[in-house]
Nanobody, 123 residues
Framework: QVQLVESGGGLVQAGGSLRLSCAASGRTFSSYAMGWFRQAPGKDREFVAR????????YYADSVKGRFTISRDNAKNTVYLQMNSLKPEDTAVYYC????????????????WGQGTQVTVSS
């Protein structure tokens, strides 16, 4: 099990940028695939991006591809989500997630979750 704490959310104008961070506790961070989900008001939680344990593989939802970049620093036990060209429809609570497996996130939820950080994009 790993504990996750997100930070970096806030209010930004459309077209702006934000970088989210997720700090993980424990000495096994590098054994977890990491990812980000988001949930807008009245909508289901949706997948945003994930990254493999080494950082060599990543995968994005079509809605954020080319605008968002996920990365990780295993020495700092931290995963990041750089969000550029933000749109009002990106407004949501963003959750960090961890799972021992990189594949299969489409058919099951990750095992560990953070509490979320609010991102609001104004038009």
């Amino acid at each position: 099990q790993v504990q996750l704490v997100e930070s970096g959310g806030g209010l930004v104008q459309a077209g702006g940028s934000l970088r989210l961070s997720c700090a993980a506790s424990g000495r096994t961070f590098s054994s977890y695939a990491m990812g980000w989900f988001r949930q807008a008001p009245g909508k289901d939680r949706e997948f945003v991006a994930r990254i493999s344990q080494s950082g060599s593989n990543s995968y994005y939802a079509d809605s954020v591809k080319g605008r968002f970049t996920i990365s990780r620093d295993n020495a700092k036990n931290t995963v990041y989500l750089q969000m550029n060209s933000l749109k009002p429809e990106d407004t949501a609570v963003y959750y960090c997630a961890a799972d021992p497996r990189y594949y299969g996130w489409g058919s099951r939820l990750p095992t560990d979750w953070g509490q979320g950080t609010q991102v609001t994009v104004s038009s």
